[in-house]
């Protein structure tokens, strides 16, 4: 483990340069802070690059959500982290991956249960139900939901302002076969909530631990189903897009794997096999940085897996 500096970079007004640490296995990083947007609240936005980065390669992105979460387990909330740094830097170095960058956006926690709730599927219910929805999760000292449902301007402001932002100053591949998009619990619905809605930019999703309850418990809760009937209905196409789900069996992910059943049988009914889809369980493992560390080599081989090996 190496601490490096981070060149911090406010979006707005113009580029301020500042300076933090952070400890990283490999690669370097580029914050851009506090990112505007006109569809949802400011965030940080760090681009992991990595080691003997050039600018006169191509580079495929795989943008991740919870992006304070991905690389230095001192500065997180619950001191764990996906380790993206370490296996990224690996498989790199192996030549097991394309080369690629790590866009991470940065969850607005007060916000984040809306940004990532896949829209489409909640408007699918009678306003009562939303409404008894939105109550049920609100008390006196914290709501769920801070806002509205507002999935599709989360989806919006990744592919029209951050995406072009990213091409225009990272040397990238900009076409479908090289963009990914990938995240765990609400974060691994909202990325497969955006391969079904943009199917011409996303060419594949990982989605780990899958919040498939979308609230925190399973009775009497109507949203399994409408997400399930929604993405049953608008898988893209599998002769060009992958999805990789997974799921453990303890904690919170002890409530997946009866959604995930029936995902995969969606998943097989549109066409998907072996070649595209992967449905995986870890027994044992539980909701947390910690497990998808461990497992995150698998999605990634998976998706950006070096065609040369």
């Known amino acids: 483990m190496r601490k490096i500096l981070i060149l911090v970079l406010s979006t707005m007004p113009a580029f301020t340069v500042l300076s933090q640490t952070v400890n990283?296995?490999?690669?370097?990083?580029?914050?851009?802070?506090?990112?505007?947007?006109?569809?949802?609240?400011?965030?940080?936005?760090?681009?992991?690059?990595?080691d003997g980065y050039n600018k006169l390669k191509k580079y495929a992105v795989l943008y991740m959500h919870d992006g304070q979460m991905l690389f230095d387990s001192?500065?997180?909330?619950?001191?764990?982290?996906?380790?993206?740094?370490?296996?990224?830097?690996?498989?790199i170095r192996?030549?097991?991956i394309k080369n690629s960058i790590v866009v991470a956006i940065w969850n607005d926690s007060k916000f984040r249960h809306a940004d990532y709730f896949p829209q489409k599927?909640?408007?699918?219910l009678s306003k009562n139900r939303q409404d008894s929805i939105y109550t049920a999760t609100k008390t006196k000292d914290f709501a769920l939901f801070a806002a509205p449902v507002q999935s599709d301007k989360y989806l919006k402001f990744i592919v029209t302002e951050l995406m072009p932002f990213i091409n225009k100053r990272f040397s990238t591949l900009k076409d479908r076969s090289n963009t990914f998009i990938a995240g765990s619990s609400m974060g691994g619905l909202v990325s497969l909530y955006a391969i079904c809605e943009y199917p011409n930019v996303f060419g594949g999703a990982a989605c780990l631990s899958t919040h498939w309850p979308g609230l925190f418990t399973t009775e009497n809760n109507p949203v399994p189903a409408?997400?399930?009937?929604?993405?049953?209905?608008?898988?893209?196409?599998?002769?060009?897009?992958?999805?990789?789900?997974d799921y453990?069996?303890?904690?919170?992910?002890?409530?997946?794997?009866?959604?995930?059943?029936?995902?995969?049988e969606a998943?097989?009914?549109?066409?998907?096999?072996?070649?595209?889809?992967?449905?995986?369980?870890?027994?044992?493992?539980?909701?947390s940085e910690n497990a998808w560390q461990k497992r995150l080599k698998i999605p990634l081989l998976f998706l950006l897996g070096n065609d040369k090996n």
């Open 248 to 264: 453990g069996t303890a904690t919170l992910d002890s409530m997946y794997k009866p959604f995930q059943l029936q995902m995969n």
């Open 94 to 96: 192996k030549n097991r």
């Open 267 to 287: 998943m097989k009914k549109a066409g998907y096999n072996n070649a595209n889809w992967q449905t995986k369980e870890f027994p044992g493992e539980n909701h």
């Open 226 to 245: 409408v997400f399930l009937s929604y993405f049953s209905k608008h898988l893209p196409s599998p002769a060009s897009h992958k999805i990789y789900f």
């Open 24 to 50: 990283l296995a490999g690669g370097s990083i580029i914050r851009f802070s506090h990112f505007s947007s006109k569809y949802i609240s400011a965030r940080n936005i760090d681009v992991w690059l990595p």
């Open 121 to 124: 599927p909640f408007e699918q």
């Open 74 to 91: 001192s500065v997180t909330w619950n001191k764990q982290e996906w380790g993206v740094d370490e296996t990224m830097t690996e498989l």
